[in-house]
């Protein structure tokens, strides 16, 4: 098992498009990926299917939210890494 | 006869039949006996023609519609392929032994009601998305046909509760003359389809319309926001002959568009273009502009990183004055700040940047962006008849401050050698409501004027045209604003100078017999609107508008001004807009 935390900085934070990039880059590994939150108001653990574009949209995932990504398989490791990049350069966004 | 009236969505107006756009009413009864292998199958045959059925539209919106509306169904295609909906469906189907459909609207409703529990219109789009989906699945599981429209067989007025994204893009867009919307406001999708497409839409015409048997005649006023049941038929022949006189005008204005906009007592008004690069210039011309009112000249700054050179602004503006030969060419200096900004010249951030240090006053405090670009222009005006022209000119001592560092660069250019034409005409924006009152003194200082009516109407009427809760108050069509464009007028004429207009107003169908009126001589506007533009100048009689605009600029609102010219010269109520 594989596990990194990261902020989302981004200015839509997990929604639209960077939402969708997301799951396509998930989508890319064979190892079942995660993404834990914590409801930035009512503390309440959130997790849902990194492959999933509607789990991902209903954790609420907003500018500033911390996000751990978790990856169990034989990829694990490059599915990790390769979604912190994506998260790290904001999607791509400005 | 049978009249409702709603919102007009998209103007124009046309006659033919009703075609009641009603979607089967998705009923899904409860199996007492359900074999859950089967109801698998089901859904998986189900969930891979749904998938044909988006990636078809998919490819047909992108075709004939913009690149974002074909995102929808990228969107759609994602959500259908999701796992944790997938999941769900195929868990309920094992563990709680209902059917497809059961299973399938079950996951959908309760996705969705997620998605619109999160008060946000973002996800209030992904609720419809969700539920569009779930409909076109279980619309395969009850096998009724994808869109109600297979049945539309010859040209009618669709008539519908609302329409969504997938029933449009299916829409054969020949056999639809014009739509009628029961709810649905002039933002809804199905009127921003029909303002692309150019097909008359009425929206909000209540329920009613809705009771209309399929093949009723109706008449569709989209112009008016009018639709009217089985009318009678002097009805329909009267709105005949007004169909028939609108696309005369149409046609006609596309066959003369390169003919002068000579007025029906032989007065001739120059119309121009409103352009901002080479691509501009070209279509300009096709569609008839007799020259450039307004070359902005941003587009320079905007696409790179660093100032532009004098030589790549030379380059720039020669490229475009070749486009034009002789014809005039109004090159407007550098207008940056307030909503324009450019991050590498290091301007300081204005708590009220549209009454900061924006356009003509930020090139004069810095040489080193005003002066490159004057001596540009004057360097490529050889050979051509180009014209420079000062934004957001408050005060007649600014122009004279930037004449002077015009001759600098005159001077300079002579000692090295340089040539340049030196008879080049020199003018001003009028656009800060200042500059309007006194424009008698500034009229000595210039040979021209063109007056911007976007900013004159927001520093007019004090409204940031960009603040939608103010935005309404920002229209040219007040006769506060209107009163301004006559003295600036009548100022310059004064003085034997010429007056332009290069703002949204120049080109809109309503003002074009109130600025005639008012004695306008050169019109600048987007290139499509040239044709029209010409067309209805040829149809009005100078002399007339001129008691026309007296009249109309005694009244109180924009509402009260656009009815009366509407009433005045009914054929622009026709064709406006």
């Known amino acids: 098992m594989k596990e990194a935390k990261i902020i989302v900085d981004n200015k839509v934070g997990l929604h639209a498009r960077p939402a969708s990039l997301f799951v396509q880059e998930a989508a890319k590994y064979q190892s079942e990926i995660s993404v834990y939150c914590q409801d930035p108001e009512t503390k309440e653990d959130r997790t849902a299917n990194a492959k999933s574009i509607l789990g991902i949209l209903t954790l609420g995932v907003f500018q500033g939210t911390e996000i751990t990504i978790t990856a169990n398989g034989d990829d694990e490791e490059a599915a990790v890494e390769g979604l912190v990049a994506l998260v790290q350069n904001n999607f791509g966004e400005e | 006869m049978i009249e409702l009236t709603g919102i007009s969505a998209s103007r124009g107006m046309s006659i033919g039949p009703v075609f009641q756009f009603v979607r089967q009413k998705l009923e899904i009864k409860e199996k007492s006996l359900v074999n859950p292998s089967e109801e698998l199958v089901r859904f998986n045959l189900a969930a891979e023609t749904a998938k044909e059925q988006i990636d078809r539209i998919y490819k047909k919106a992108l075709t004939e519609s913009t ?7 990228q969107a759609h295609q994602m959500i259908l392929e999701d796992p944790e909906l997938i999941t769900s469906v195929k868990k309920k189907i094992e563990n709680e032994k209902i059917s497809a459909e059961m299973a399938m609207q079950q996951t959908g409703q309760s996705f969705s009601d997620m998605m619109a529990a999160m008060n946000d219109e973002y996800f209030a789009a992904r609720a419809t998305d969700i539920m569009d989906v779930t409909n076109r699945v279980l619309r395969i599981l009850l096998d009724i046909a994808e869109t109600p429209t297979a049945n539309l067989k010859e040209p009618s007025v669709i008539i519908a509760d609302d329409l969504t994204p997938s029933d449009t893009v299916m829409l054969d867009k020949e056999l639809v003359v014009g739509f009628c919307t029961a709810q649905g406001s002039a933002t809804s999708h199905t009127a921003i389809l029909a303002r692309g497409l150019g097909i008359p839409a009425v929206a909000g015409a209540g329920m009613e319309a809705l009771k209309q048997e399929n093949g009723t005649m109706v008449i569709l006023d989209g112009t008016n926001g009018k639709v009217v049941f089985a009318p009678e038929e002097s009805l329909i022949a009267d709105y005949r002959k007004r169909i028939e006189a609108t696309r005369t005008i149409r046609e006609e204005a596309l066959k003369y568009a390169k003919e002068p906009a000579k007025t029906k007592d032989g007065r001739v008004v ?3 273009s ?18 450039v009112g307004l070359l902005r000249t941003e587009f320079l700054y905007l696409e790179q990183s660093q100032l532009p050179t004098e030589e790549q602004q030379y380059q720039a503006y020669k490229g475009i004055l070749e486009v034009f030969g002789k014809m005039p060419v109004i090159l407007r200096t550098l207008d940056v700040g307030g909503d324009k900004e ?47 022209m000062f934004p957001m000119v408050a005060t007649a001592s600014e122009i004279r401050d930037a004449r002077k560092v015009l001759d600098e660069c005159a001077a300079e250019l002579t000692n090295e050698g340089i040539p340049f034409e030196d008879d080049i005409e020199i003018g001003i924006m009028v656009e800060i409501p200042s500059a309007a009152l006194v424009a008698d003194q500034l009229a000595k200082e210039v040979d021209f004027f063109s007056i911007g009516t976007n900013d004159l109407s927001q520093y007019t009427m004090a409204a940031d045209r960009t603040n939608p809760k103010v935005a309404a108050l920002s229209d040219a069509f007040f006769p506060a604003v209107l009163r301004l464009v006559r003295e600036v007028i009548k100022a310059a004429h004064k003085e034997g100078k010429w007056v332009g207009m290069c703002g949204e107003l120049a080109g809109e ?31 009005l009689d100078a002399k007339e508008m001129e008691k026309i605009a007296d009249q109309a600029l005694n009244l109180e609102s924009p509402d009260q001004i656009k009815n009366f010219i509407k009433e005045k010269i009914p054929f622009i109520a026709e064709i406006s807009g």
Do not use: T, W
């Open chain 2, 67 to 73: 690149h974002a509306d074909a995102e929808i169904f």
């Open chain 2, 274 to 291: 409103n352009i901002g690069n080479v691509e501009g210039a070209q279509c300009a011309l096709e569609n008839g502009a007799e020259g």
């Open chain 2, 509 to 539: 169908p309503l003002a074009l017999p109130l600025l005639l009126g008012l004695g306008l001589d050169e019109f600048s506007m987007g290139p499509p609107m040239i044709p029209l533009a010409k067309q209805i100048l040829r149809n």
């Open chain 2, 270 to 272: 120059e119309v121009v």
């Open chain 2, 342 to 388: 450019i991050a590498y010249m290091g301007l300081e951030a204005e708590a009220n940047s549209f009454l900061g240090q924006r356009a003509l006053r930020l090139c004069l405090v810095r040489p080193d962006i005003f002066k490159p670009q004057l001596r540009a222009a004057l360097r490529a005006s050889v050979g051509h008849n180009l014209k420079i």
